[in-house]
C-alpha cells in the first residue's frame, strides 16, 4: 500500500490539532465568562446593597426632619395608591404595618411612576409605624398625629410597641400582639421601622423571616443577609428608629415637652 505523502499527513495532524486547540479553547472561555458573569453580579448586589442602605438612611433623616416640623411622623403610603401618606395629614393610618415609604409626602427621590421610593433593584422602600394610642389625648395613632405626644408627654409615658426580632423562628401571637421568641428581641419599643425587600423583593418572600416582614403585624425581622437558596434565605435590609432618637429630635426642635 502505497505511503501518503508526508506533506498530506502534517496537514491533517495540523488540522486535527487545531480542532482540539479550538474545542479547549471554548470551554475554557465558557468558564472565564461564567467566572466573569458571576463575579459582576456578586458586584452589582454589593452595589445595590449599599445604595439602598443609603437611600433607607436618608429616609431615616426625612422622617426624623418631618416630625421635627410637624410635631409628627407620616402615616405609610397605602398599597396600590399613591406616595402619599395614608390619610392624609395623618391620625389613623390605614397601613401602619404594611405600608411604603409616603416619598412623595416626603419629597423623596427616586420614585416609580405612583411616587413610591425605590430601593437600588427597583422595588418600593417599606415602611411601618407604631399603632399606639391613648384616646385621652387624640383619636388617632399617638405618633402620626400632630402633637399629640406633646400633649401626653407630661402626663402619659408613651410606648411604642414595634418589635424587631433576631429571628422569626418561634414568634408568637398577631397583629398588635406579635412578639419575638425569648432571646432573640433587637427592640420591642421601636416608633418606626424602614425597610428593602432585598433583591428578590420582587418575588414572594422565600423564608420565615423574610415572610415576617411581609405579615400584617407590629413584628420585623432583621439579620446578616444570607445566601440565595439557602434553607432561610434572607436579603432584606431592615432599619428602624429608636424612641429615644425621635424624642431627642423634637425636644431640638421645639417640638417636646
Not at 61 to 87: H, I, M, Q, V, Y
Not at 88 to 97: F, I, M, S, V, Y
Not at 145 to 165: E, F, I, R, S
Request: glycine share 10%; net charge neutral.
Amino acid at each position: 500500500m502505497p505511503l501518503m505523502p508526508t506533506r498530506t499527513r502534517s496537514r491533517r495532524r495540523e488540522q486535527g490539532f487545531t480542532l482540539l486547540e479550538l474545542a479547549i479553547s471554548l470551554v475554557i472561555v465558557s468558564l472565564v465568562s461564567g467566572g466573569l458573569m458571576m463575579a459582576l453580579s456578586a458586584r452589582h448586589n454589593t452595589l445595590a446593597t449599599s445604595e439602598t442602605q443609603h437611600r433607607i438612611n436618608n429616609a431615616r433623616d426625612a422622617l426624623l426632619g418631618f416630625a421635627a416640623a410637624n410635631g409628627r411622623l407620616p402615616c405609610p403610603a397605602a398599597p396600590g395608591k399613591t406616595g402619599l401618606e395614608s390619610p392624609p395629614g395623618g391620625g389613623t393610618c390605614t397601613n401602619p404595618w404594611d405600608g411604603f415609604l409616603p416619598a412623595v409626602t416626603l419629597g423623596l427621590a427616586p420614585t416609580n411612576a405612583q411616587g413610591y421610593a425605590l430601593d437600588d433593584w427597583g422595588n418600593p422602600i417599606r415602611y411601618g409605624i407604631t399603632t399606639y394610642g391613648d384616646t385621652d389625648y387624640c383619636a388617632g395613632h399617638m405618633f402620626a398625629t400632630t402633637n399629640c405626644l406633646k400633649a401626653a408627654w407630661l402626663n402619659k409615658q408613651a410606648a411604642p410597641d414595634l418589635h424587631v426580632c433576631s429571628s422569626a423562628t418561634g414568634m408568637s401571637g398577631n397583629g398588635a400582639s406579635a412578639n419575638c421568641a425569648a432571646g432573640s428581641t433587637l427592640a420591642s419599643n421601636a416608633v418606626a421601622v424602614i425597610f428593602s425587600r432585598g433583591a428578590n423583593g420582587g418575588a414572594p418572600p422565600r423564608s420565615l423571616d423574610e415572610s415576617a416582614n411581609g405579615n400584617v403585624d407590629r413584628l420585623f425581622v432583621s439579620h446578616t443577609q444570607t445566601a440565595a437558596g439557602t434553607a432561610n434565605e434572607f436579603d432584606d435590609i431592615v432599619t428602624w428608629l429608636s424612641p429615644n432618637i425621635f424624642y431627642y429630635r423634637l425636644i431640638a426642635a421645639g417640638r417636646l415637652p
